[in-house]
Structure formats: C-alpha cells, structure tokens
C-alpha cells in the first residue's frame, strides 16, 4: 500500500511524457484526433479530397516544408503524401520541384505529365490535369520566367500508376485541376507571390477520349501522316484535348507506357527540357533553322516558331520500330511546323548509320 502511493505518480508522469511525444508526432504527420482540417502546408480541406478519398475525414497527412533560397539554382522544393486505408494505389504524393533536364533527370516526369491523357487547364495557366495527373508551374511573376535550358518550378500530383488503357473519367480530372491549383496558390503564397489563379474548371474540355474512326492518311489527325498498309495502326490513338503546352498523341497504352507517342511542346518554357535530346541523342538531322537528331527509336528537332523554340517528338518504345520512326519523324515535323506557322523546315535526315 505504501508502494502503491508512489509508483501511481511516476505512471502517470510516464504515460503523460508518451502522451506528448506521440502528439508531436501526429502533429507532423497531420494524423489522429489533433489533425488539422487543412492538409498539404494548410493547402488542402478535406472537402477537396471527397472526390479522390473514399474517407477524406481519415486521411493522413506527412509534408515537407517548401524550401527557398533566392541564390539557389535550384528553385523551391517539397513534397507532401497523403494517404488513407484505400491504400499505396489511392495516396496522392505532391511535389514542388524545378524541372531541369541539364542533368537528365526529367524524362520520367516528360512521360507521365505531358500524357494524352491530361487536358490543358487553359486560360494562359501553363498545366495540365488528369483522373491520375495534374501539374501547373508557378506564374512568371511569381519566380521568373525560367532561362532557356531550364524548365519553369512546378507543383504535380500523382496519384496510382501513371499509364492505363482506361480512358480518363472528366469528374476525377476535374478533383485533380481543382486541388493542383489549390496548392499553387497556397505554395505561391508562402513565397511571397501576388495574386491568386481562379477555379479552372468550368472552361475544360471533357476529359480525353480514343479517336476512333481514325482516316489512313491522317494518322493522330495531322493531315499527310500516313504509313505502309502493312504498317498501319490498329488502335485508336488518345490525343491531347484542348489548346496548350502540348499535343500529345498515345497509341497502344499498356501498363507501362504508350508504344508510339508523338508530341509538339509548343510551350518554350518547356522546351528546355527537350534540347539535350536533340542536341545529343540519335544521329544529326540537318535544316536552315533548329536542330535535333533521329535514331532507332526517338526522332527530335527543336525550331523556333512565332511562339518561342518549339519541340517536336517522334519516339516508339517498342523493337522492331525503327522503319515506323523514320517515316514518320520528317513528316510529322514538317506537317506541325506548318500548323504553327514556322515551315516548311525542308529536314535532311541522317543516312542509315551516318557517323554523328
């Protein structure tokens, strides 16, 4: 009995010490019953997350701060996860990064966010969105416009895997725009940026569907692009819907990425990311004006065009699609460069192992 006095006191400071060490974790991670109702650097309600979450109510949140030194040629960084019991395949994991291909580091992103399958968000915002993707870079005004082999500071969020045959539904989209704008303004905020980007929904487009129905000479709609019968596709191609930084055309989407993709980066912003490529990979393709390189499966030229420098993209991922490639990368260049205005480009490829 005596004992009893004096133990009860020392259990009770010990519970009251875990108490406050496992309060502070959940503090970080934006968990349990002192969770906040704003998620993601106070960026996100859960009301946000009612079209992705089954349970936005439980939804668990780890972030890290986003970091910016002004001397930093890096530009901002963080990250932020969020997850509940649906699972690793329902978290969304968000990212603030600068996208810059001087090391090679980006092609993964180029593969996932410039996708068919997002929808351009419009109204002079540079981003796109998805069922599974989104991404939008701060404003200029914000950071700056980013120099000519650099790429702009984005926020993307992902969510699942990134390539599915399924078409995209518009509604998930729609959640995905309305949260990437969201962090935006609030990361924007935290870097002492002015003004605010307004709801981009109500002006998109429904979410991307398979062309079907595709005329033989007018291969992922470009007028002219054709291939031998023998040749021709049989899928329906996903093309990019709407005006943006992108066109974008899929075909054969498998769970690990489109067969045959081709692509106009319209955005000079963006371009950066493509010059490595056409300066470096494949054999020199020759013109008057811009520059690239054609091998077994990537064709690249980068031109300049009334917007800014221009990339156009040809890249099969597949073997055995080298003869698909090389008919279809000159035209392809030609046929868009018209569109925008800066042809005829009159390309001279390489010869069939030309040295560099």
């Known amino acids: 009995m005596l004992l009893r006095g004096r133990v009860r006191p020392l259990l009770a400071a010990g519970l009251a010490g875990m108490l406050l060490g496992a309060g502070a974790v959940a503090w970080q991670t934006q ?3 002192f969770a906040p109702d704003e998620l993601c650097w106070g960026a996100l309600s859960r009301d946000d997350l009612a079209a992705t979450f089954r349970e936005p109510e439980n939804v668990t949140a780890v972030d890290a701060p986003v970091l910016h030194n002004e001397q930093s040629t890096t530009g901002p960084a963080g990250g932020c996860r969020l997850t509940n019991s649906d ?4 978290a969304l994991t968000v990212r603030v990064h600068r996208l810059d291909d001087r090391q090679g580091g980006d092609d993964q992103w180029t593969e996932e966010f410039l996708s068919a399958r997002l929808t351009p968000l419009g109204g002079g915002l540079l981003g796109m969105a998805s069922d599974n993707r989104a991404w939008l870079a701060l404003p200029d005004g914000c950071l700056g416009r980013p120099g000519k082999d650099e790429g702009p500071t984005v926020v993307d969020v ?15 989209r729609d959640a995905m725009a309305r949260i990437v704008v969201k962090l935006v303004n609030k990361v924007g905020e935290d870097l002492g940026c002015a003004g605010t980007i ?16 595709e005329k033989p000479d007018a291969l992922c709609g470009v007028k002219g692009l054709t291939l031998p019968k023998a040749r021709r596709p049989h899928q329906a191609p996903l093309i990019t ?3 943006g930084p992108v066109r974008t055309c899929d075909r054969d989407i498998s769970l690990s990425q489109p067969r045959q993709r081709l692509m106009t980066v319209e955005d000079p912003r963006l371009t950066g990311m ?16 811009g520059f690239g390189g054609l091998g077994t499966n990537l064709g690249i030229f980068v031109a300049p065009c009334p917007t800014g420098e221009t990339a156009f993209v040809v890249r099969a991922s597949q073997s055995g699609a080298s003869a698909d490639v090389r008919d279809l990368f000159p035209r392809y260049v030609e046929a868009e460069a018209a569109r925008l205005g800066c042809g005829p480009l009159e390309l001279e490829l390489p010869r069939h192992g030309e040295d560099r």
């Not at 699972?87 to 329902?90: E, F, P, T, V």
């Not at 493509?274 to 020759?286: C, H, M, P, T």
Request: no cysteine.
């Open 241 to 243: 819907v709407g005006h």
């Open 31 to 33: 968990a349990g019953p």
């Open 198 to 213: 307004a709801d981009p929904v109500e002006r998109l487009p429904e979410a991307a569907r398979y062309t079907r129905g």
């Open 158 to 172: 992902a969510q699942g895997t990134w390539v599915t045959d399924r078409e995209p539904g518009t509604e998930e």
């Open 87 to 90: 699972g690793d395949a329902w």
């Open 274 to 289: 493509f010059r490595k490529a056409a300066l470096y990979e494949g054999d020199r393709v020759r013109s008057a004006v």
